[in-house]
């Protein structure tokens, strides 16, 4: 089996759909997966998602089934320094480095800021529908792995958000959620693949093969978008934000 999760082209977040940018980068996400044997699209409720995948449905003549936990990640935690609530994993290297709970796929759950809002429960319902749709499609959750009759090579495709597809790479791969989130990227309208390896019969491995591929911008002679990285010394930082 194949898993693709493609997060949404380039985000106009005050009307919840794509900048001009990101209409051209789903036009060339369509190129790709338009030659694809994708037998199922599911698609996060969220304007940005919905017209991200429309392109390549479009062109298809397909229609995707809207998932509610696919949307963007929604945990959030309580700010210590404004007491607002703020998205759930922007903490700064120098506070959840120091933090041993962080770097436990389990005891994360734990620590005093993510305590004080609703994150783990968000990540648990996740999580919890990746592993209903995986049933689904005939695999099903055992410990670490996947237990399966029959290791198609069926392809799906999950149109969704930054931080909801590392919430699901976190959970495939066994790594905790924190180092994975801020070590790693999918920018606007990469893809990122899991493939199933079968080397005992029946249990199943999700072994990622391509995290954030922007092949086909590249392709396109389309830059990759900054959106969801972090303000840095080397490079241009325009565009760049903690939002999904």
């Given at each position: 089996m194949k898993l693709l999760i493609v997060r949404h082209g380039e985000p106009d977040y005050a009307v919840d759909s794509l900048t001009e940018k990101g209409r051209r980068e789903a036009a060339l996400l369509a190129d790709r997966l338009c030659a694809l044997p994708i037998e199922h699209?599911?698609?996060?409720?969220?304007?940005?998602?919905?017209?991200?995948?429309?392109?390549?449905?479009?062109r298809l003549?397909?229609?995707?089934?809207?998932?509610?936990?696919?949307?963007?990640?929604?945990?959030?935690?309580?700010?210590?320094c404004t007491g607002e609530k703020s998205i759930a994993w922007d903490f700064a290297p120098q506070y959840w480095t120091r933090c041993?709970?962080?770097?436990d796929?389990?005891?994360?759950?734990?620590?005093?800021?993510?305590?004080?809002?609703?994150?783990?429960?968000?990540?648990?319902?996740?999580?919890?529908?990746?592993?209903?749709?995986?049933?689904?499609?005939?695999?099903?959750?055992?410990?670490?792995?996947?237990?399966a009759e029959k290791n198609?090579?069926?392809?799906?495709?999950?149109?969704?958000?930054?931080?909801?597809?590392?919430?699901?790479?976190?959970?495939?791969?066994?790594?905790?959620?924190y180092p994975a989130i801020h070590g790693f990227i999918m920018a606007p309208s990469t893809v990122t693949t899991f493939?199933?390896?079968?080397?005992?019969?029946?249990?199943?491995?999700f072994r990622c093969t391509g995290l954030g591929d922007a092949s086909h911008l590249y392709a396109?002679?389309?830059?990759?978008?900054q959106f969801g990285r972090y303000r840095e010394r080397y490079g241009v930082d325009e565009g760049m934000g903690a939002k999904e």
């Amino acid at each position: 089996m194949k898993l693709l999760i493609v997060r949404h082209g380039e985000p106009d977040y005050a009307v919840d759909s794509l900048t001009e940018k990101g209409r051209r980068e789903a036009a060339l996400l369509a190129d790709r997966l338009c030659a694809l044997p994708i037998e199922h699209f599911y698609v996060s409720p969220l304007g940005r998602a919905r017209a991200t995948a429309e392109y390549t449905l479009k062109r298809l003549g397909r229609q995707a089934e809207t998932l509610d936990w696919l949307e963007e990640f929604r945990g959030r935690v309580v700010d210590p320094c404004t007491g607002e609530k703020s998205i759930a994993w922007d903490f700064a290297p120098q506070y959840w480095t120091r933090c041993p709970e962080l770097w436990d796929p389990e005891a994360w759950r734990e620590n005093a800021l993510i305590r004080t809002g609703n994150s783990a429960a968000i990540y648990d319902e996740t999580v919890r529908g990746l592993d209903a749709l995986l049933l689904k499609h005939g695999y099903r959750r055992e410990g670490h792995l996947y237990l399966a009759e029959k290791n198609t090579d069926k392809t799906i495709c999950l149109f969704c958000h930054f931080g909801v597809g590392m919430a699901m790479l976190s959970h495939l791969i066994g790594i905790p959620f924190y180092p994975a989130i801020h070590g790693f990227i999918m920018a606007p309208s990469t893809v990122t693949t899991f493939v199933t390896e079968e080397r005992v019969p029946g249990q199943v491995w999700f072994r990622c093969t391509g995290l954030g591929d922007a092949s086909h911008l590249y392709a396109g002679n389309e830059p990759l978008s900054q959106f969801g990285r972090y303000r840095e010394r080397y490079g241009v930082d325009e565009g760049m934000g903690a939002k999904e």
